[in-house]
Structure formats: C-alpha cells, structure tokens
C-alpha cells in the first residue's frame, strides 16, 4: 500500500487548513485510516482515525470538536479538515492504514505509513 499525503503549510492561529492522503496498490474500502502527527522532540501522537465504510470516527481529546476525518472510498482518499488551528498543532502530519482489521486509537496498530505533511501554526 502507498499513502500520499499533501494540504500542509503554514496557518495563522485560528485559521483552517486540509489534508489529504491518497491510497493506492489496495483495494481502499478494507482499508481502516488514521492521522497522526509528530511535534519536533515529541513522540508521535494519534489524531484521528476512521472505520472501513466510513461510519465511525475516533479522536484525540486534543482535537475533539475542531478536527474532522472523513473519507471518500470513490476517491481512494481520506481526508483531516482542521478548524481553529492552534500553534501546539504545529506538526508534520502522517497518515496511516491498516488492512481486514477496524480502526483504532492505538498508532502501532497500523501497517502502513504516508511521507507526512508539515503544518505549521504561526501564533
């Protein structure tokens, strides 16, 4: 499976930006996506995630009411619509998969990674 991530760039805080990532060499729909992000000398950390059809949504407290993961199986596409950025957002922002198996919080559940996109939040 290849992940393409793309949509970062640098926000004023309070601003709005979205990321893509594109799938291919799987069949998408038994795919189980999830964003995680990275801060600079931070562990990374689960941000979103996404069930196969696309009926369930997990996040992270930390993003909870401003982040929104959606998906579109037509498209081989998933997506991280991020509202009131905030500086601490500051990250590069991977996205993940993993096959025949649901979505879930837990990052090291994943198979396969994206190159990430960095966003940066200027205060």
């Known amino acids: 499976v290849q992940l393409q991530a793309s949509g970062g760039g640098l926000v004023q805080a309070g601003g709005s930006l979205r990321l893509s990532c594109a799938a291919s060499g799987h069949t998408f729909s038994t795919l189980a996506m999830a964003w995680s992000r990275q801060a600079p000398g931070k562990e990374r950390e689960f941000v979103a995630a996404?069930?196969?059809?696309?009926?369930?949504?997990y996040y992270a407290d930390s993003v909870k009411g401003r982040f929104t993961i959606s998906r579109d199986n037509a498209k081989n596409t998933v997506y991280l619509q991020m509202n009131s950025l905030k500086p601490e957002d500051t990250a590069v922002y991977y996205c993940a998969c993993v096959r025949s198996r649901p979505a879930t919080t837990r990052i090291g559940e994943y198979d396969y990674w994206g190159q990430g996109t960095e966003v940066t939040v200027s205060s």
């Open positions: 996404i069930s196969r059809a696309g009926g369930t949504t």
